[in-house]
């Protein structure tokens, strides 16, 4: 297949290779993926030849969603990045070698890869996966497929430890899988604990049984991994020396979660019959505060997540959301990172057994110790969660106040946007023909810059928060921060130099916001914009 658009490619007939891919192209949806992967793999090549690199990366990110096995695609990545970060390309190239099954082939991309392991930039690390298992055979098992079949073999390890399952058939398949009876490629570690110890404290077993020199994945057992979750979250890791931690969208995770509606669609293609469509639906459609994959099932909601995953065009111009926290359910730490902020080598503070809001205090932790933190928006990890702790109905409320006990403040109070005041920010972003300059007032620790900048990376904001604390957090996502009291403090900006000024006019002056306004500015308050 395209033997003419692979003979012209060779010739160098770049011009008339493009025209041929063109008449192919109109036909990728009705190829195989793997022959539209073939396709995009040439049409990268077609642009490489060009020197069109932005164009190369499309095709070849385009190829990534139609096979994520295609190791050639891998190794041109492998080739693209290596100029750029040594780190990215050899992820790729790690996962070239990982899927390639032509020795030949392979031998040429392990000689490339073993002459990046001599890069004086080279930071990578093996990934420990320390899944926190508790009952529910099928969906750990689920689990533990999905990280065997989308994880490098070479350089992954597995630590489970079970936090006193009830049900005998999950202590079963653990002993099995420790008795090596049911075989597994990657190596796994099953440590069982006597009592139910809590998110915390599990992890903190499972963390200190990891190689010392991994980064670490932290992954609920009822999370199951789409084929490229696993390797975008590690290119972001790796994106630079700062990041200290990153993680995933997902149908159910707080404040990384995707809209139900934009799932629908898919949750529907996943069955066949029209009657069984028509229960979906109604189920979907049920205002009765169940999770929407709770009412329809895993093995429905996860191949649902799985099309949607797959339809999403791969982003590369503004891939991360920098963040001041992560939710724990899928979180993968660098190594430097834990070793920062893990105290007497214990990564959560278990006063917050038997769990919620301890990955928050993590992100402070992190955020404190000069690391940021990101949502990988081509990274997608179903996630079955919304269950809470037997026997606990009130752990999130405890979380929440020992987490205010701790660091003298409600988070929920910081974790949401203004949204209508950032909307507005992100419309005058896009009629503005410069680079927008944004002074936000109301920057807590830097919900509003995290969300402007999700969309508009481009737009310039100036944050001023309450104490030098806030300030620092928010100074990981913000472009520039200032603290004190809004009206009297000196701030280090010019008079008249922000196109927008966030503020509330409770808290700020008129004066203030007149002082670093220009005069064609736009001011946004609560007046117009409601909080």
């Known amino acids: 297949m395209f033997e003419k658009l692979a003979e012209l490619i060779t010739e160098g007939e770049m011009q008339k290779a493009l025209y041929e891919f063109q008449d192919e192209y109109l036909h990728i949806q009705e190829m195989l993926p793997s022959d539209a992967s073939k396709l995009c793999v040439l049409e990268a090549s077609i642009w490489e030849a060009l020197n069109d690199g932005t164009a190369e990366l499309k095709a070849l990110y385009k190829g990534l969603n139609y096979d994520h096995s295609n190791y050639e695609i891998y190794y041109m990545l492998g080739l693209y990045y290596t100029n750029i970060n040594v780190n990215w390309a050899y992820l790729c190239m790690e996962m070239a070698l990982d899927h390639c099954t032509n020795e030949e082939d392979a031998n040429v991309i392990r000689s490339s890869f073993d002459g990046m392991k001599n890069s004086p930039g080279l930071r990578v690390r093996g990934t420990t996966v320390m899944v926190l298992s508790y009952n529910d055979k099928e969906l750990i098992k689920k689990c533990l497929e999905s990280v065997e079949n989308y994880s490098p073999s070479a350089t992954t390890e597995v630590v489970v430890v079970d936090n006193s399952s009830t049900e005998k058939e999950v202590i079963d398949y653990l002993n099995e899988i420790e008795a090596g009876t049911i075989s597994y490629k990657l190596p796994i570690k099953i440590i069982f604990s006597l009592e139910n110890l809590g998110f915390p404290k599990g992890c903190n077993i499972g963390a200190d049984k990891a190689d010392k020199d991994n980064d670490i994945f932290f992954l609920n057992n009822d999370a199951i991994l789409t084929p490229l979750a696993l390797f975008w979250l590690r290119m972001g890791l790796y994106g630079n020396r700062n990041v200290g931690a990153v993680s995933s969208f997902s149908n159910s995770a707080s404040l990384q979660e995707i809209d139900q509606k934009d799932l629908e669609r898919f949750v529907t293609d996943s069955v066949e019959l029209q009657n069984e469509k028509e229960i979906i639906l109604k189920a979907l459609q049920n205002d009765d505060g169940k999770p929407w994959h709770k009412a329809v099932g895993p093995d ?94 009130d752990a999130m409320e405890c979380g929440r106040e020992k987490f205010e006990d701790k660091w003298g403040f409600d988070i929920w109070g910081f974790s949401l946007p203004w949204q209508s005041a950032c909307d507005e920010v992100i419309r005058l972003s896009r009629l503005n023909k410069g680079i927008l300059k944004v002074l936000d007032f109301s920057c807590g620790l830097g919900a509003n810059a995290s969300y402007i900048k999700s969309i508009e990376p481009d737009v310039y904001i100036a944050g001023v928060c309450p104490n030098s604390f806030a300030a620092a957090v928010a100074g990981r996502i913000a472009d520039a921060t200032a603290f004190g009291e809004a009206n009297t403090t000196r701030l280090p900006w010019a008079d008249h130099s922000f196109d927008v000024v966030i503020a509330e006019k409770t808290f700020v002056s008129k004066g203030q916001i007149g002082r670093f306004l220009r005069p064609s500015g736009v001011s946004i308050n609560e007046d117009v914009f409601p909080l």
Do not use: M, W
């Not at 990172?337 to 402070?364: R, T, W």
């Not at 940021?372 to 179903?382: R, V």
């Open 300 to 393: 429905i909601a996860y191949e649902a997540f799985s099309k949607y995953s797959l339809s999403k065009e791969i982003e590369y111009k503004n891939p991360y959301i920098k963040t001041f926290r992560l939710t724990g359910f899928a979180l993968l730490v660098g190594r430097n990172a834990l070793d920062a902020v893990s105290i007497e080598g214990k990564v959560f503070d278990e006063v917050f057994s038997p769990g919620y809001f301890e990955d928050d205090d993590l992100g402070i932790r992190l955020a404190c110790s000069g690391y940021e933190q990101y949502i990988c928006k081509n990274s997608f990890i179903y996630h079955n969660g919304g269950g809470g702790f037997e026997g606990h109905a």
